[in-house]
């Protein structure tokens, strides 16, 4: 019973990717924000050449260059949701 519960245990902090995920390389350069809403508001601010229409406080986005690995969480016409080094990331399509 003891080995079960070091096994379970073992197989929880592997921290593999989740059973819906997909994996899959990124066919162009993407900005990846850790929420949707910044995700859509840089856009929106890309639109305005690059400024956003009142002040925002940005947190931190990073770009992935085209052939990157990812998970692939959720994918639509609006939205991409991936999972890359542990962390869920957004990009507004």
Same mark, same amino acid.
């Given at each position: 019973?003891?080995?079960?519960?070091?096994?379970?245990?073992?197989?929880? #902090?592997?921290?593999?990717?989740?059973?819906?995920?997909?994996?899959? #390389?990124? #066919?162009?350069?993407?900005?990846?924000?850790? @929420? +949707? %809403? $910044?995700?859509?508001?840089? @856009?929106? %601010?890309?639109?305005?050449?690059?400024?956003?229409?009142?002040?925002?406080? +940005?947190?931190?986005?990073?770009?992935?260059?085209?052939?990157?690995?990812?998970?692939?969480?959720?994918?639509?016409? +609006? #939205? @991409? $949701?991936?999972?890359?080094?542990?962390?869920? +990331?957004?990009?507004? $399509?």
């Amino acid at each position: 019973m003891r080995k079960l519960i070091i096994i379970a245990g073992m197989a929880v #902090s592997v921290g593999a990717a989740p059973a819906w995920a997909d994996q899959q #390389s990124l #066919s162009k350069d993407m900005r990846f924000c850790p @929420t +949707w %809403a $910044e995700a859509h508001e840089r @856009t929106l %601010a890309s639109l305005n050449n690059g400024r956003p229409p009142y002040s925002v406080k +940005w947190k931190r986005c990073m770009l992935l260059k085209q052939g990157a690995k990812v998970d692939v969480i959720d994918h639509d016409d +609006w #939205s @991409t $949701e991936i999972l890359f080094d542990g962390k869920h +990331w957004f990009a507004d $399509e």
